[in-house]
């Protein structure tokens, strides 16, 4: 079997997904051509990581759809002074897209193993501004807070408002927002007021997996 050509299904990706999808930033653009996904997940997945669709990780964890990742981190106009705390890093793809486009990602997964491979993979690739941390992934980590952006790499039952406290005023989240019973959730700009709380804003509808800890609460049968 030849060996699958990576760069050019970067190209690939980005031209036939991602550029067709209206994301036009440049710096954007350069961050996902050159970030090498089959590198962040698992062996038996590298000749489909660049599909149109998710991608399995396991514990229950997927890769966003590429056209719904990148228009979600351009909606949060990143630049090169800001810290982000990336939500369920997972294998450290989303965290490596972003070192590329700000000063520091603080990467925040709850399985062990997934940061093990990110560090390692990140160290490869030269990523010296990513900081990774393990822990429930709705408490965020307030220990480096406040952040200018936040990004959640899933699907959340909820506005979390535990991750937005965690932002400046004036700091900016992104997520897909997916109640109860919904099969497709709504990618949503959250801007944080300060003291006068937030404000948020749908941009489009996105398919998404839930991320551990933001499934919807359980029903009561009566």
Wanted: net charge negative.
């Amino acid at each position: 079997m030849p060996t699958p050509n990576f760069a050019q299904a970067r190209i690939n990706m980005l031209e036939s997904q991602i550029r067709t999808a209206g994301v036009i930033n440049p710096a954007i653009l350069e961050a996902f051509k050159n970030t090498p996904k089959e590198r962040f997940v698992p062996e038996s997945a590298a000749g489909i990581a660049y599909k149109d669709e998710e991608i399995v990780l396991g514990h229950g964890r997927y890769l966003l759809e590429p056209l719904v990742h990148a228009k979600m981190i351009e909606a949060l106009s990143p630049s090169p002074q800001h810290v982000v705390l990336d939500v369920g890093c997972a294998t450290g793809y989303s965290s490596a897209i972003l070192s590329s486009l700000v000063t520091t990602v603080v990467a925040l997964d709850n399985e062990q193993a997934f940061l093990e491979h990110a560090d390692k993979v990140w160290q490869d690739l030269g990523a010296c501004n990513i900081v990774s941390f393990l822990g429930a992934l709705p408490e965020g980590q307030s220990k480096n807070a406040p952040y200018d952006l936040i990004v959640c790499n899933g699907a959340l039952a909820e506005i979390p408002e535990k991750l937005v406290a965690q932002l400046a005023s004036g700091g900016r989240m992104v997520c897909i927002i997916r109640p109860a019973g919904a099969h497709i959730g709504r990618v949503t700009l959250i801007e944080s007021l300060g003291e006068k709380g937030f404000s948020s804003y749908t941009l489009f509808d996105a398919a998404g997996s839930y991320l551990p800890g933001f499934e919807p609460a359980p029903a009561f049968a009566f």
